[in-house]
C-alpha cells in the first residue's frame, strides 16, 4: 500500500452519482443507484457486499462492458477523462492499458487452444506496439515478476497445464502487461483454495507497491476486505450504505447493515474457551441490534455406540486414456482413513479442493464405490449391502449438496421434492406426506403456502433450507453436509447454520459437516478432521485442532485463513509459495504405511516426513536473481508463432 | 397465461408458423366439406389450367382429377404421416437417449451402437427397400422414417441426460432412495422433454417431404391420394402443364417451413427458460 502521495492529490477514479439500471418488463430497474467513490494514486478500495448488491455491475458500468439493454447514469472520471461520454474506439485503448480487470474464473478468462505465452505476448503487442522478439522477453518478465517458478519453460504451456492459482498468477501478468494505473479485481480468489487466495492476495499487494497501481477489490468476504483494502465501500441493495477508512468501518461500523454483516463473519479463534458449538448472533439490519446467541446444549452421546464408523475406506478413480480406454493411472481420492461418529456430535472434514473430503462423504452414502474399507451405519457394515438394500440406508443417512438450486428438480415443485422422500420410503400416504411437508417447511422456518412454488421463486437461503427439510423427512441419524454453506451469503450462512444447530439440539442429528472454511468449521463442530492428499493428517476435538494444531499442513491451512481485522495483517508473515500437490499415481502405486501420535486426549496426528520441511521462502530476493537470468537469455528467444 | 403469450410474441417466426399450420389442420379436417369426398374421382376434363374453369380453381390433373380437392385431401395424408412419424419418433428416441444417458457404461454402449446401425443407413433408400419388399402403405412408410430417424432424437436427448445425471438434484433423489425407474420417470424424462418436442416438428417435415420423394419416384400408396402422388403423376407432364407438380410442391413446401418455423421458435421459447432455472 503507498500512502506516498500528498492527501487532496487528484484521484485515479472518481464515481459520482452513479446509477446502473437493467430494463425489464416493468421498466427501468436500478440495480445500482447513486453511487460516488473514488480511487487515489496506490490506494485500494474495496467494494464489498452480498451478492445482487450490484458491487460487480459498478465494475463492468466502469470499464463500460455492460450489456445492451444496461443505462448508465452519473459521471465516472478516470483521470481527467469521462468515462461515460468517450466513444467506444477511445475505451478500447484505455481497457487493458490505464485500466486491467482479474475475475473470478481465470480458466474462462484464458483461451484454451493458445500457450500462455502467446496470450500475454498478444496483449504487449496491441498495447505497447512491441515486436514479437521483445513481447516474448517482456512476457518472461511479467511470468516472473508474478512469481511463476521457471517460467521459461512454462512459456509454451497451455491454461490447462496450469493449476487455479497459478492461472490467477498469468491472469494478472496479463493485466500488468499495458502498466495499468487502475486493476480492478473481480472476486478474483473466490474460486481458490484458501492457502492459494493468501498467496495470490499477497501477490497483489506486492505488485502494488512495484507498480504504484491502485486496485479496485470487489468481493464478499470480510476477511479478504480487512486484509487488502486502505478503505472499504459497503453496498447493499445497489447502493453504498457506509465509506471509510477500513479500520474504522472494523472497529465503529455506522450503519446497521454493516454491522449485521460483521456479526455474521465467523472469526478464527473467536471459540477459544468454548467447548461446544456456537449460534451465530442475529442482527437485525434495521436497528443494528444484535442478539446474544443462546448456547446450545450438549447433544453428543459420548456412551452410546457410534452412528458412523469409518474404517481404512479407499476410494479410487481410474483415469483411462487412449481411444481403447486403457488405465493409465488412478486419483487415490481417498486413502486408508478411519473415524467414527456419535450420536448428536458434528465432525468436521476440512482441506482443500481434490482432498478427498467430498469422496469420502459421497462413499459413506454409495454415490461412488468405495474400493475397500467398512462403513458402519449403526453397527451394520453398508458396503457390504447389496444394492436392493439401499434404500435402508438412505433412511439413516442423508446428504445436503452444496448448490441448492441444482439439487432441486427445477420443473417439480417445492412441496413435491419435499414430500418424495416420504413417498419413495411409503412412510406416509399422499394426505399425509401433505401434512408432513407443511411441518417439515415449518421446522426450516418456511411458510406451508410456499410448497405450490417452484424452486426458482426462492433466494439462495430458502433453497437449501428446502433441501434440509427434504433431508429430515426420512428422519435420518446422519446428515452428510457437503459444503452447504459455502455458496450462500455470509448473513444467509449464518442463519442456515443456526437452523443446523438447532435441529442438532432438538432431533439429535449427528453430522459429517464438509468445508473448507475453518472459520465456519471453528464455530459448527465438535471434532475436526484434516484431510491432505486423500488421508487424514489430523483429527481431534475442535479446540485441541484450533488451539494447538501439530501437521504442517494442519498449521499452514490456519495461518492462510484471512483473519477479519484491519489491525492484524498479514503483513509480515510470508507464507511457503507451495503449488497444490494432485492424487494422481500410477497404476501400481503403494501408498506408504502411515502411524499416528497420540497428543491429547483424541487428538490423532500422522507422522509426517520430510518433505514438510519447506523453510518459509522470502519472495524478492529470489525473484531479482532470475530477473537477471532472463534478461540474458532471451537473446536466443525464437520469434512468436 | 397473458406472459406466455407475451414470450410467444417475441417469436414471430413460431406465431406464423403455429397460425399457418393451425390453417392446414383446419383445412385437412374440413376436406371432404370443402370439396367433394373423393379426391381419386374424376371430376372434369383433364389439363384445364387454374383459373380457367371457375369449378376448378386449381385445375385438373391428366386424368381430369380436381387439384384443389388433391391438395385439400392431400393434407390430411401428409399431416398424418408427419405427426405419427414425428411423435413415434421422437417417442423412440426420448426412451433410448434418456436410459442410454442415464445409465451409461455398457447400456449406453450397446444402445448407441444400435443407433448408429440405423443412423448410417440413408432415409430415403431404406423406406424404399422397405416398401419393395412389403408394400406400399402409409404405414409401411412411416416405420421406414420412424426406423431411421428416431437416432437423432436419442443422440440428443442422450447428451442431456448425461449433462442431468451429473447435476445434484438427480444425486439428491439417489440418495433420498429413489429407485433408476422413478428418477428416470419423475426426474429425468421431464427435464428432457424440452429438445424432443422441439425435435417432433423437424422430424414432421422430414417425414412429408420423404413421402413426397417416394411417391415423386411412384412407391407412394396408390390408394390415396397424396401432394407426392400429386407430384408423381403431374411429373409426366412437367413440360406441357408445370403447374400439376408445382401446386402440390408448393404446398408441401409452405408446410415444411410452417413446421421448422415453429421448431424454431419453440426452441427460443424454451431455452430462454431454461436459462433462467439453471
Known sequence: ?641 | MTARLRTLARVPGAVVGAFVLMGIIGVALAASQLTGPDPLEIAGPPFLWPGEDAAFVLGTDIMGRDILAGIVHGARISLEIGLAAGLAAAAVGLIVGAVAGYFGKWVDQVLMRFAELFQIMPPLLFTIVLVVVVGPTIGVIIAGIVVTSWPQVARLVRAEAMRLKRSEFIQAAVVIGMNDRAILLKHVAPNVLSPAVVMISILAGNAILTESALSFLGMGDPNVMTWGNMIGSGREALRSAWYMTAIPGFAVLVTVTALNLLSNGVNDLLNPRRRAWL
Not at chain 1, 453430522?511 to 471453528?522: G, N, P, Q, R, T
Open chain 1, 1 to 641: 500500500m503507498n500512502h506516498s502521495l500528498a492527501p487532496g492529490s487528484e484521484p485515479i477514479l472518481s464515481v459520482e452519482n452513479l446509477t446502473v439500471s437493467f430494463r425489464s418488463d416493468a421498466g427501468w430497474r436500478p440495480v445500482v443507484r447513486d453511487l460516488s467513490f473514488s480511487i487515489a494514486p496506490g490506494e485500494t478500495i474495496a467494494l464489498v457486499g452480498e451478492s445482487g448488491s450490484g458491487k460487480s455491475v459498478t465494475a463492468l458500468s466502469i470499464m463500460r462492458l455492460l450489456p445492451e439493454d444496461a443505462r448508465l447514469q452519473g459521471n465516472a472520471r478516470l483521470g481527467g477523462l469521462d468515462l461515460a461520454a468517450l466513444p467506444e474506439k477511445a475505451l478500447q485503448k484505455i481497457r487493458g492499458n490505464d485500466v486491467a480487470m482479474i475475475f473470478q474464473e481465470p480458466m474462462t478468462s484464458l483461451n484454451p487452444v493458445r500457450t500462455i505465452g502467446f496470450q500475454i505476448a498478444e496483449a504487449l503487442m496491441l498495447h505497447r506496439d512491441m515486436t514479437p522478439p521483445e513481447a516474448q522477453a517482456e512476457t518472461l518478465r511479467l511470468l516472473d515478476r508474478v512469481r511463476i517458478p521457471s517460467a521459461k519453460s512454462r512459456f509454451k504451456d497451455y491454461p490447462h497445464h496450469f493449476s487455479g492459482g497459478m492461472r490467477q498468477r498469468v491472469m494478472i501478468a496479463m493485466a500488468l502487461a499495458g502498466r495499468p494505473k487502475l486493476l480492478i479485481a473481480d472476486e478474483p480468489t473466490t474460486a481458490l483454495d484458501v492457502t492459494i487466495q493468501a498467496q495470490i492476495l499477497e501477490l497483489i499487494k506486492l505488485l502494488q507497491d512495484e507498480e504504484h497501481m491502485s486496485v479496485l477489490f470487489i468481493t464478499h468476504d470480510m476477511g479478504v476486505v480487512a486484509d487488502v483494502a486502505d478503505r472499504t465501500v459497503v453496498m447493499f441493495e445497489g447502493q453504498a450504505v457506509e465509506t471509510g477508512e477500513t479500520g474504522r468501518i472494523f472497529s465503529a461500523p455506522t450503519h446497521p447493515y454493516t454491522g449485521s454483516l460483521l456479526a455474521a463473519v465467523p472469526r478464527l479463534g473467536a471459540m477459544t474457551g468454548r467447548h461446544r458449538p456456537l449460534r451465530f448472533p442475529v442482527v437485525d439490519r434495521v436497528t443494528g441490534l444484535s442478539n446474544i446467541p443462546r448456547g446450545t446444549p450438549d447433544t453428543v452421546k459420548a456412551d452410546a455406540p457410534p452412528v458412523l464408523e469409518v474404517s481404512n475406506l479407499t476410494t479410487r478413480f481410474d483415469i483411462q486414456s487412449g481411444s481403447f480406454g486403457r488405465v493409465t493411472g488412478r486419483v487415490h481420492a481417498v486413502e486408508n482413513i478411519s473415524f467414527s461418529i456419535q450420536p448428536g456430535e458434528t465432525l468436521a472434514l476440512v482441506g482443500e479442493s481434490g482432498c478427498g473430503k467430498s469422496t469420502t462423504g459421497r462413499s459413506i452414502l454409495r454415490l461412488v464405490e468405495p474400493e475397500r474399507g467398512e462403513i458402519r451405519v449403526d453397527g451394520e457394515d453398508i458396503l457390504r449391502l447389496p444394492k436392493n438394500r439401499l434404500r435402508d440406508l438412505r433412511r439413516r443417512v442423508q446428504m445436503i449438496f452444496q448448490d441448492p438450486f441444482a439439487s432441486l428438480d427445477p420443473r417439480r415443485s417445492i412441496g413435491a421434492s419435499v414430500a418424495e422422500p416420504l413417498l419413495t420410503h411409503k412412510l406416509a400416504s399422499r394426505a399425509a406426506a401433505a401434512e408432513r411437508t407443511v411441518a417439515l417447511l415449518h421446522q426450516v422456518g418456511l411458510t406451508p403456502d410456499m410448497a405450490r412454488r417452484l424452486p426458482h421463486e426462492f433466494s439462495g437461503g430458502q433453497r437449501q433450507r428446502i433441501c434440509i427439510a427434504r433431508a429430515l423427512a426420512v428422519q435420518p441419524k446422519l446428515i452428510v453436509a457437503d459444503e452447504s454453506v459455502s455458496a450462500l451469503d455470509v448473513s444467509v450462512k449464518a442463519q442456515v447454520i443456526n437452523l443446523l444447530l438447532d435441529l442438532q439440539a432438538s432431533m439429535g442429528l449427528a453430522y459429517l459437516f464438509i468445508s473448507h472454511d475453518m472459520a465456519v468449521v471453528e464455530r459448527v463442530s465438535h471434532r475436526v478432521a484434516v484431510m491432505y492428499l486423500g488421508e487424514i493428517v489430523e483429527i481431534g476435538p475442535r479446540a485441541a485442532i484450533f488451539g494447538n494444531p501439530q501437521h504442517p499442513y494442519t498449521r499452514r491451512l490456519l495461518a492462510a485463513v484471512p483473519v477479519p481485522d484491519p489491525s492484524n495483517r498479514r503483513g509480515g508473515r510470508r507464507l511457503p509459495e507451495v503449488e497444490t500437490v494432485s492424487s494422481v499415481r500410477p497404476l501400481g502405486y503403494a501408498a506408504p504405511v502411515r502411524s499416528y501420535r497420540e497428543i491429547g486426549p483424541g487428538h490423532l496426528v500422522q507422522a509426517w516426513g520430510p518433505e514438510w520441511d519447506v523453510p518459509e521462502i522470502e519472495a524478492a530476493p529470489h525473484v531479482a536473481i532470475q530477473h537477471d537470468r532472463f534478461q540474458s537469455e532471451h537473446v536466443n528467444a525464437g520469434a512468436l508463432s
